[in-house]
């Protein structure tokens, strides 16, 4: 039995598509890449930006044909559009089997096991998988990566950002335990893992008890940062808010994290931050990162951008340009505002004209582009430490993808020396005296 997993939008989102496919592999499905031969589909949809639910939307109906070829097929719908638009999805396309949100997905496991019910027997044998906590640690880690996995920390943000659908669709935080998170990393660096990114909506909310002890992110850095085969620990997506000294001092300290933070600044407008209820304002961000380049001199941030957000005039727009110069970002994701049913911003007009947003897009994708460039090329002769994950291509701990010839063994950390870049990867040989 044949499996193919879909997922659109954020890295939370992959990571939930390999829950979502963990009951399915306990019942003996095995991944495939084409959904052609599939007997099984599961698509983890995305809600964030119109666009994003339109892809989602526009691929069930394209898998109509797949679904009545063979209805024994499973078409499962699940992801933050499932939980916006649930009874919608089944209404308009009755062929899928099961909608479940992603406000479900702790739940899921029972969901599949009731829906599925007796098809697929290989359930009998290895009922196990899906009981107990949810999330099972023994599913193969080679399901995105042998040597590179997400641990799901926390779910869900307390935060009210004006624009954000997020909250409506993800609820409330909740976090996981301090012992989970232990026994998955364990688990999965037992399993040859060397390099864990903890998710979370606002990763770096995380806390939780050890017995009476208060612990909170800084502190599961360095607590994580004990354990001597994980020799990469990455984290997405923080909150600015939380970047705090606490943080700052465990990243500096902790060997194994990596030299590299996603600080979504979304506007350098303060006037706008205020209006989409970001809790700081430009100054707040170029401290941050002042403090964060000092005490990680390597350091390089990216971030999230938001172009035409209701009544942004050119001035809001140049601060927005001004704060990307002054931040000086590796990396930057930039979209279009897309208003969102429900949320606080839906409510005021959407009054910037299409093609100003285009215009601005376009000349903050220049700006971008060009720091990346920069970024990029400033690694050009030298050399650089990348854990191998594919034989021949993976990542540096700043976040830089690379490419080089002479591939060994994929799982181990090379030198590469770089020679170039095409595409935004780094391209470069193995440097054998490093
Ligand atoms: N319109 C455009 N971009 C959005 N994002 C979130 N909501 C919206 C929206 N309504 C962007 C933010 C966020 C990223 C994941 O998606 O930049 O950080
Ligand atoms: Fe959305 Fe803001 Fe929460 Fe991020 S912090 S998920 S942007 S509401």
């Avoid at 949809?45 to 994003?52: E, G, P, S």
């Amino acid at each position: 039995m044949r499996l193919h997993v879909v997922t659109f939008g954020c890295q939370m989102s992959v990571a939930d598509g390999e829950e979502l496919a963990a009951p399915l592999q306990g019942r003996g499905f095995t991944a495939v890449a084409e959904p052609e031969t599939a007997d099984a589909i599961i698509l983890n949809t995305c809600t964030v930006r119109q666009h994003a639910e339109d892809k989602a939307l526009s691929l069930i109906g394209r898998l109509r044909g797949w679904k009545e070829k063979d209805p024994e097929r499973v078409l499962i719908v699940a992801g933050c559009a499932a939980e916006r638009l649930g009874p919608w999805i089944s209404k308009r396309f009755p062929y899928v089997d099961l909608v479940v949100g992603a406000k479900s997905i702790e739940d899921y496991p029972k969901i599949v096991e009731e829906a599925l019910g007796a098809r697929f027997d290989a359930l009998a044998e290895t009922g196990q998988t899906f009981k107990g906590e949810s999330r099972s640690v023994d599913h193969p880690t080679g399901w995105m990566s042998p040597f590179s996995a997400f641990v799901t920390i926390m779910r869900g943000c307390n935060y009210s950002c004006s624009y954000c659908i997020v909250p409506a669709v993800r609820g409330r935080e909740l976090y996981r335990s301090w012992e989970t998170i232990l026994a998955e990393v364990s688990a999965k660096t037992a399993l040859g893992v060397k390099e864990i990114t903890l998710l979370g909506q606002t990763v770096n909310s995380w806390h939780a008890l050890d017995g009476k002890r208060q612990v909170r992110f800084p502190e599961l850095l360095t607590r994580l940062g004990k354990i001597d085969s994980l020799e990469r620990l990455r984290f997405e997506s923080p909150h600015p808010h939380f970047v705090d000294d606490d943080l700052i001092q465990a990243m500096a300290t902790t060997k194994n994290v990596c030299e590299q933070l996603h600080l979504p600044i979304q506007s350098g407008s303060d006037r706008l931050l205020k209006i989409m209820r970001r809790n700081y304002d430009s100054e707040g961000i170029i401290e941050k990162t002042n403090r964060l380049r000092a005490a990680i001199p390597r350091v390089e941030v990216s971030t999230d951008i938001i172009v035409g957000f209701p009544s942004e005039t050119d001035d809001d727009f140049t601060r927005t340009l001004d704060l990307v110069r002054r931040l000086r970002p590796s990396w930057s994701y930039t979209f279009k505002y897309s208003p969102r049913e429900g949320t606080e911003s839906a409510g005021m007009e959407d009054d910037v004209p299409d093609e100003v947003k285009e215009e601005r897009l376009r000349r903050l994708n220049e700006l971008c582009d060009a720091l990346t460039e920069d970024a990029l090329s400033k690694r050009i002769g030298k050399v650089v430490e990348v854990l191998d994950e594919q034989g021949g291509f993976g990542r540096t701990r700043d976040g830089f993808k690379v490419a080089w010839r002479e591939p060994g063994p994929p799982g181990r950390t090379v030198k590469v020396r770089i020679t170039g870049t095409s595409k935004r990867v780094l391209k470069g040989e193995r440097d054998e005296r490093a």
